[in-house]
């Protein structure tokens, strides 16, 4: 859903606070409401999330080697993925969203983490856009476009509901050899 980026090394936000614990029947306790918290981490960065730290944020007390030149603070950059996040702690899309909102309204946000948007789809051929949509399908399977991609591209921008329900039919019909135009 979405991915955040620090310029903290384990950088760490809590959401939600656990509940008090209860008896359950079987006579475990169990947290009546589970903690939230987005924990960054730098397992899994990309270099568009060091890029993307470097060109937002100013790294401060960053340590010089021998001859006086500052470490490329790359090793400080963390990331938070909140579907990886959800995945691993078992959080429902409400708990996902909960933290995601609770990142952007961060009193520090811009200056200790960022969210890092997604990059828009590009169209699946150059005059997308101006191709008769009852026909969208039929010239993507005929020019062996990536139906996938065309899905997608449809789905973010005019979002017509018959030519994704169309371009869907023709991805369940069509062999798995994509082309990309």
Request: aromatic share 8%.
């Amino acid at each position: 859903m979405a991915r955040f980026v620090s310029q903290y090394l384990k950088f760490s936000h809590g959401v939600r606070d656990e509940s008090p614990s209860a008896m359950g029947l079987d006579g475990k306790m169990t947290a009546l409401v589970p903690r939230l918290e987005a924990e960054f981490t730098h397992n899994g960065i990309t270099d568009k999330d060091v890029f993307i730290a470097k060109a937002t944020f100013n790294f401060v007390g960053i340590p010089e080697d021998e001859a006086g030149n500052p470490i490329d603070p790359s090793y400080r950059v963390s990331v938070f993925d909140s579907e990886a996040a959800a995945l691993a702690n078992g959080w429902t899309e409400e708990e996902e969203q909960l933290v995601c909102d609770a990142l952007r309204r961060h009193m520090e946000y811009g200056s200790a983490l960022v969210e890092i948007l997604p990059e828009p789809t590009e169209a699946p051929w150059p005059n997308y856009d101006q191709t008769d949509p009852e026909k969208i399908t039929e010239i993507a399977v005929g020019i062996g476009a990536d139906l996938e991609l065309a899905l997608q591209y449809e789905k973010e921008n005019a979002a017509r509901e018959g030519v994704i329900a169309d371009l869907l039919d023709a991805l369940r019909t069509e062999p798995s050899e994509v082309v990309r135009a």
